[in-house]
């Protein structure tokens, strides 16, 4: 109830906090303001872990410090909380050993569990999409999907595993996650953290929020073992049933059988959260008044009362808390780095554009309790300047997976790739010309590209492609780049397929086409004209043996002839589209290699401003650095130099024309700028003098309104007088640098054939 402060003052424990809403939008929802902290401090435990601590310091001193017990972390916490207009409360109780002493190598990883979450709600959503029905609707269609054969399941899987290397290298552990209150004893050891009541800020239910982990519980399925008291600003609350679990204490304060409270008139008195009504308390006595009196009295009796017999709790003696936009962007200070380990995974938290690959975390899993084989591995990014924000690497797999936002190289979304074998991408549809969704590629077998929203309605296309110039037959010109793989590609055939075409008759749209480059043959299918069953179907050969109609042993008539014609450039155009997509591709895979090699992160115009006021405190020494990397850079005499044959040999008259020239570009360029202030201000003018016409010649014909022609004469006024200013302060600046440059030229070394007297 009572502890003393930093400076050996004893204070109440309520007077500590220090309601405060800091600057941040991320800090005023309670959970990341949990997960902020916890990450922000450096948790202490204990000592002695049974006891609460003799010193409990302000919260503006906590954060300071960046360490603090679980007292000193649920303090700020809860002002933190307050400040954003949560109910919250510090809770001092007793809880188990593993998150007394930080201890979560025995806990499941949150961040798996959301990721495993998503994923089987993603599955759950593409396979029950199209069956949501209304809970209202009393009809509800069987279920007749053709259901797998259980013994042909078996088989397919007693002939995949006997398809599989029996041989591991690793054994992965059993799935059962382990009890961390196994290794608990049987101390008490004391333990703070903070309760946020439903009700206010649309809390549906009393949460617990473990302030050294960010963890959130809800109250009726906590961790924590007992409970002594709780307190907010207001007042301080004692429980009456210390046996009681957490879980199955009820936070009604009101209720005076289970909590007794330590100021009068705090909180609503009469009715507790259920509704019930509160019985005469041992304060009723100290007040005289018995519980006889409490119950003969009228409703309106114990309201003055308690209006009456209300106490103030000592206001809070801390300072505001307070935190800058520098040490808040570290979040993990003092490195902006922390690592927290769980129970077969392993999480690396990194600040903003302090990781040299833009990584902000990174969450591995492992296949044993002692971390040692790696599973899985998932990073995210900020500030890419390749705009990949996510990257899932699967070990036992052999595949990774790269997510990106919008801008990227060829406007990527998704690529998946198991390297040697299949490479799938997604892209952004509106961001590409050629409108491609998807790409699939068995590497060195075939290629599959889908497409949507194209003028000419092609959907899908596809290539079938070998290494063999065996299978490629004497058709070796269609060939495509090997793309890192040992040979070329030669393309043997390509499918097309197109939607319909609404604007053409009906049967007269092409629903696919296929080349057979190796054969010369094009087959082309329509689609179903209305009321037809069959398709139209018409295949032509472009052999260089002359052109036949294939089936047909006739000469073929002018329009077939024209038709082959046709086939023949179009399957030449289709080819040359195919070959472009493909090195878009491989260009694609190779400016992404170059990535890699050297990310580079792309910072704000704040962050490099903050980086600037870092270095000085004025920003004079990032301005003088910006301006010596300009002057290594950029030689001021560079364009004046080129006629010079030998500039280790320059003479008089050289460096003379070399110093009138610098000096004339100077001077032409000051004028330049005069001009262009003085041509402004003289428009200003011109204006303002046909405004002042117009008005005279409105007033002269009867119309009095005068408050439009004062706010446009006002307007311009302020104008002309920044333009006259500029105009000035450009007159006596042109002169400054004349003569700054005249006074450079005379010192400088490679005109110093100017000094040398003859």
Known sequence: MIAENECGVKKFVCSTLRPTQLQFSELYDMYECAVFLAGFMLYEPLDPPTEPPRVLPSPCQVLDWHVGDSFDMAVLLCSLLIGSGYDAYVVNGYAPKYITLHDQTQTQCPLISKLSDNSVNKASGQNTGSTELDDDN???PPNNEVRDSTYLEMQREKKRMEGLDSFVLWCSDTNVLPDPSATDDNMKRSHAWVLVRAGMRDVEEHTFLEPTTGRAYPASNSPYHGIESVWNKTNYWVNVNLTTSPSDLEYAFNDSSKWEHLFLGSGPMGRDESGSKNQGSGDDLLMGQGADDVRNDSPERKDSDTIERQLDPPPSWCKDISIDRSRYLLRYPPLGRRTVQYHKAKVDYFAKNKHPQAMVMRVITYLDSSRVTVSEIHEWFENRRDKMYKRVRYFLEGRFVEEFFPGSVGEVRRWEEHPGKRRDIDFYVSGRLDRMCRREEIIGERISEYFEGRTDFLTFRSMLVTQSREKAGSKTSYTLPSGGLNNDLYVLRINQSFDRNPAAPSGTDIAHRTFHLTEAKVVTQYHFAKGKITQKVKVHSHAKSGGILAGAGEELSAEDLEGIQ???????????AVKLSYVQIMNIIKIRSEFESGVVIEKTVFENALERAEK?????????????????????????????KDLSKITKEEALEVRQACLDALKARLVERANIIQSRLNEENAKLARKQEQFQRSQREGDLSTEEYEKYCTEAMFRIQILEQRLVAHEESAIQKFGNLDSKLSTEPRLAVLMRKD
């Not at 020494?621 to 910006?626: A, F, K, Q, S, T």
């Not at 300009?630 to 080129?642: C, E, H, Q, S």
């Open 138 to 140: 009393p009809y509800v």
């Open 566 to 576: 046709e086939a023949a450039l179009i399957e030449r155009e289709c080819f040359a």
């Open 616 to 644: 000085g405190a004025t920003g004079a020494v990032g301005v003088e650095e910006d301006n010596q990397s300009d002057a290594k850079g950029v030689d001021y005499l560079t364009p004046f130099l080129r006629n010079i």
